[in-house]
């Protein structure tokens, strides 16, 4: 048996595997949205900072 | 002018704006806002973009209905024991930091687990525990922040609808055939000496192999990605006509054949790749007409904004009660309140109705009825809370019953032939000639090669660079429009647009501004201690007509009142030491017969004197003389306007447009249909430019209709095109525009054309090699594309 089907095999399973993989992010909604997660990823993780001492809202939160 | 900017909203601040924490807030609504952001820790909200809020509005029982069980199972997507999943529509989405805070909602609540924002369709959606947290009390939490979900009849009535992702999936399967199969034709191309009996050794021996799996990667092609050319085919056929895909898949199923003939009787290589190619080629084309915007949609009715339940008043114990929609009936008792839309023919029972007709008409200006007068369907209650009797059920009111028409129910698309059909008869008929000529001319020199001359011919006559040119060209044109505020709804609307030669134009809130009102003072003058308390008594006062004329008046000393009564519905009074004032309605100063006239007037009196009335006014957009000038004269088209209202107009309007200027007044919504319809039957191709509901048939009924827009986030009626107000003057442009595209896509048919007459020479002359097919094909669609994409962007150039 010669070489040429062994590599045929491996480039038509290679190929299909990423069509399948292609076909799945499809249907995972991974394409209806292509806008948002350019927004999301420029978020920090965290974006809260200290509280200045100095606002009206301290006494409030206080209570 | 005070230039204070609101923290949260970005709005400028009055005199009286409020200080908190060291920021300034044009009203209470943003500063609670701020403090529930700021308790919350999501006071980053404003370091991501500033003043990026939106002033909250009342909503007091508003959303009551959402109690009822029926309903919330209606809305939601999912539910099990302890989660619910809602997607909201929220249009006042608009930055980054929306995006932010309502993805940090959980903060808010520790009810919400999980909230996702998806951007360009301004939806958010949202996953909570429905013991801890109601669908009624997410909507008032985000209401309470500035993002009130719009949750209307259709949300109600529609399935949700699947995103079609078909065009994708078919795409990938084309795409990934055309490279496997132009992978496995490279040993053919470069199999130099085939044709001289000196073929390598090594090609011939695994020939077979690698033509049988080039057939099995096309068969998914022909069978699944190209399906919708063979569907539009046939219906074509059926319906007699020769459209443009009739060739496509006369040249698909011709490729396919002839290539499974010729590897299956070993003749040659077959056109795989041509066939694989062409397909991904003219799917590729598909995909980029496909421009949508998600966020606008162009299908809207009377649904899409009418609440889903309003509240009824049990006639037995005066109890309220949640009822939907579609269940009241004539005689019923409804309580609209602040904000709350109108939702069938009724007539004012009690209360004090100021009603904004501007979802309708286009009108602004709210006009104030009185107990016993009769309102329409479609008005907004502005002010306090009223009883009303409904006269006639929801869908058979006068606003909705417009869409019982047959307009409504037929798709555009199919009523006008596109320009790449049109050609699409002649081109089939002539491919189909040469053909048979050709065939015939070489039965009598050499039968052996009749079956392959005629394929040869169908095959490289296959119109791929025709089907492409117009889905570039108009494709490319609807992105440059949709930068500059011009959305299309597909590109037959460019078309359409091109070839107009009647346009129609309705007046209010599409010819005049609705934000813009002017307002002129008629009477004696007032002194300056009659102009401060006049300005301090419209201070107390909530009504808009009191709130317009107080921004317009000049500032004066801010005093306390003495005292200050306001009788809804009719006027409000200030005393202050010995002077005292009326503003209001004629009857209540003491004028009835000024009451009479057709006007939205403040009437003012002044320690028992008449003094003379303020009147409110439309003005119109700047541009318009212009826009009416350029398209009478230079674009040679007719125009007429049809306005719903009476002809008080009619003097300033005849000033200020073009003398042939067709003018009809007191047109109902019917009426403008029927006028367009009549137009089309004298084969003119009507141009509508509209704004509210009332023009909702002559859109739908008109080759194109146009909705003007003042925020396209939040209502047009189902229309092609949505221009927003502030582009108004480019139209003309626009249209200029589009006739030069069309131009172009007629180039791209010559230049194509021509591909197709040398590839033509290769076929009748009997020697299409599979090569020579594989490179023409891609070469004539890439140069149609890129001549396309180029010209037309040269051609929209100018547009600012």
Request: a neutral charge; aromatic letters at 12%.
């Amino acid at each position: 048996m010669s070489v040429i089907y062994v590599l045929l095999a491996i480039s038509l399973v290679v190929a299909l595997l990423f069509f399948i993989a292609f076909v799945l992010s499809v249907r995972n909604g991974q394409y209806d949205d292509a806008y948002t997660p350019s927004i999301r990823m420029l978020f920090e993780d965290d974006l809260v900072k200290e509280m200045p001492e100095d606002t009206d809202l301290n006494e409030k939160k206080s209570n | 002018m005070d230039t204070t900017k609101c923290y949260h909203c970005g709005d400028r601040c009055d005199a009286q704006h409020l200080k908190f924490d060291k920021k300034n807030f044009c009203c209470n609504g943003c500063k609670t806002v701020y403090e529930i952001f700021r308790l919350n820790d999501l006071s980053a909200y404003y370091d991501l973009q500033s003043a990026a809020g939106t002033a909250p509005k009342a909503v007091q029982g508003k959303y009551d209905y959402l109690d009822t069980p029926d309903i919330v199972e209606r809305l939601i997507d999912f539910q099990d024991d302890q989660f619910q999943i809602i997607t909201l529509l929220i249009p006042q989405i608009h930055c980054s930091s929306c995006v932010w805070v309502l993805e940090n909602l959980n903060k808010l609540s520790a009810g919400i687990t999980h909230s996702q924002v998806n951007f360009p369709k301004k939806e958010v959606r949202i996953t909570y525990k429905h013991q801890a947290l109601s669908l009624k009390e997410l909507v008032y939490l985000l209401a309470k922040i500035g993002y009130e979900p719009t949750i209307s009849l259709q949300n109600y009535e529609a399935a949700r609808q699947k995103t079609d992702r078909q065009l994708i999936y078919k795409l990938g399967v084309a795409g990934f055939a055309f490279g496997n199969v132009m992978f496995l034709s490279f040993p053919e191309y470069f199999d130099l000496y085939a044709g001289q009996g000196g073929s390598e050794f090594w090609l011939e021996q695994y020939k077979g192999l690698f033509r049988w799996l080039m057939f099995f990667f096309s068969v998914p092609v022909v069978l699944y990605a190209a399906r919708d050319y063979f569907r539009s085919a046939y219906k074509g056929l059926r319906a007699k006509l020769l459209n443009i895909d009739v060739p496509i898949a006369l040249g698909i199923t011709v490729l396919f054949l002839r290539s499974t003939f010729d590897i299956a009787l070993d003749w040659g290589s077959g056109y795989f790749d041509s066939l694989t190619g062409l397909v991904f080629f003219l799917l590729l084309g598909k995909f980029f007409q496909q421009k949508t915007y998600a966020f606008l949609s162009f299908e809207r009715d009377y649904k899409s904004y009418f609440p889903l339940a309003v509240t009824r008043i049990s006639p037995k114990d005066q109890s309220e009660e949640s009822v939907q929609l579609y269940k009241i009936k004539k005689g019923d008792h409804l309580l609209i309140r602040n904000e709350e839309i109108i939702p069938a023919d009724s007539i004012l029972h009690s209360g004090s109705a100021t009603i904004d007709y501007s979802f309708v008409t286009g009108e602004s200006i709210p006009i104030a009825k009185s107990a016993g007068e009769k309102l329409f369907a479609g008005g907004k209650q502005l002010g306090g809370a009223i009883e009303l009797e409904v006269v006639k059920p929801v869908s058979n009111s006068y606003l909705t019953s417009l869409w019982q028409s047959n307009v409504f129910k037929q798709e555009k698309t199919t009523r006008f032939q596109n320009i790449t059909d049109s050609i699409g008869k002649r081109f089939t008929i002539a491919v189909l000639s040469i053909a048979t000529i050709a065939a015939a001319f070489w039965m009598v020199y050499d039968p052996g090669k009749v079956m392959n001359v005629f394929t040869a011919v169908l095959i490289i006559a296959c119109p791929c660079a025709i089907a492409l040119a117009a889905p570039f060209s108009l494709g490319n044109i609807l992105r440059i429009f949709g930068k500059h505020g011009f959305y299309l709804k597909n590109t037959q609307t460019i078309e359409q647009l091109a070839q107009a030669d009647t346009g129609i134009f309705d007046k209010t809130g599409t010819i005049s501004s609705t934000h813009k009102s002017s307002i002129s003072y008629d009477g004696l003058v007032l002194n300056e201690q009659e102009a401060s308390l006049l300005k301090n008594t419209l201070r107390s006062s909530s009504h808009p007509l009191s709130r317009k004329l107080y921004a317009f008046l000049a500032d004066q000393n801010i005093g306390t009142l003495d005292d200050f009564s306001e009788v809804p519905g009719f006027g409000i009074e200030g005393f202050q030491d010995d002077e005292h004032i009326k503003v209001g309605s004629a009857n209540f100063v003491g004028r009835p017969d000024e009451a009479l006239q057709n006007d939205t007037a403040i009437h003012i009196n002044a320690n028992d004197n008449y003094k003379g009335r303020f009147l409110f006014r439309n003005e119109y957009r700047p541009e318009l003389a212009e826009v009416f000038e350029t398209l009478t004269y230079d674009m040679n088209l007719d125009l007429t306007v049809l306005s719903g209202d009476n002809e008080g107009e009619r003097n300033t309007l005849e000033k200020l447009l073009p003398g042939n200027t067709r003018m009809f007044f007191k047109q109902k919504p019917e009426d403008k249909m029927q006028f367009i319809r009549a137009l089309q039957s004298r084969d003119k191709k009507v141009l509508m430019v509209g704004d509210g509901l009332n023009d909702a048939g002559a859109l739908a009924q008109s080759n194109v209709g146009i909705a003007v827009s003042e925020d396209i986030n939040v209502f047009s009626p189902a229309c092609d095109g949505i221009l927003e107000a502030s582009g108004f003057g480019k139209l003309p442009e626009y249209i200029k525009v589009s006739r030069k595209a069309l131009g172009v896509v007629k180039l791209c048919f010559i230049l194509s054309l021509m591909y197709n007459i040398v590839g033509l020479y290769f076929a009748v002359t009997g020697q299409l090699q599979p090569v020579i097919a594989a490179i023409l094909m891609p070469l004539s669609s890439i140069s149609v594309v890129a001549f396309a994409t180029a010209a037309t962007s040269f051609v929209a150039r100018k547009i600012k």
